[in-house]
């Protein structure tokens, strides 16, 4: 597992404690799914994202918790920017992948959002902004090209193209419940 680093930027609109903490919540737990799953532990992701999952709450130990966990490095001044070091791949691509489900959510209702989440690598982050773009298609396809885009530029991806459904099943549910938390502060 290679120490990546995850921005995540909250707009103006999103820049109270309520919200930053409710996301920041949702956030860890995406970050925690990214550890089962990169460790090899589908079944247990299955068993605590997937479909048939019982709701947890904040406090719910997911992961074994890990000396080294992703932390943040970085503060900018005059925003709620962080970043994110000690993140694994996929959670550099699992977030992103949230942060553009909630995007379009927004930019069909025709609202203006400000919630970004990108990975620092800026090879990744290319990849990630060109599906953002639509141009690998929509849906599982959209998906399956993108893994496909990743394992050409040397992205070791296979156990996320393994769990295709789940990843799928966990984005719309976290897009889902940033969506709300969104939407209710309003």
Known sequence: MTDHKIKIYFGNELANLHELGWISTN???LLEFS???ESGKADQAEKLFGNKARPFNRY????ELKDDKPRIIDVQNGSIELVIAGA???????MPL??????RYFRKEDENITFQLSPQDKGLSKIMTAYEKGEFGEDSDGFTLLMSVLKERNY???????????IEHVVE????RII?????NQ
């Open 27 to 29: 956030l860890s737990q």
């Open 35 to 37: 550890e089962l799953l």
């Open 60 to 63: 719910t130990p997911v992961a």
């Open 88 to 94: 694994s791949l996929t959670a550099s691509v699992i």
């Open 98 to 103: 949230v942060q553009i489900a909630v995007q």
């Open 156 to 166: 070791n991806v296979d156990y996320l193209a393994e769990n295709t459904y789940l």
């Open 173 to 176: 549910k976290y897009a889902q």
């Open 180 to 184: 709300r938390t969104i939407k209710k």
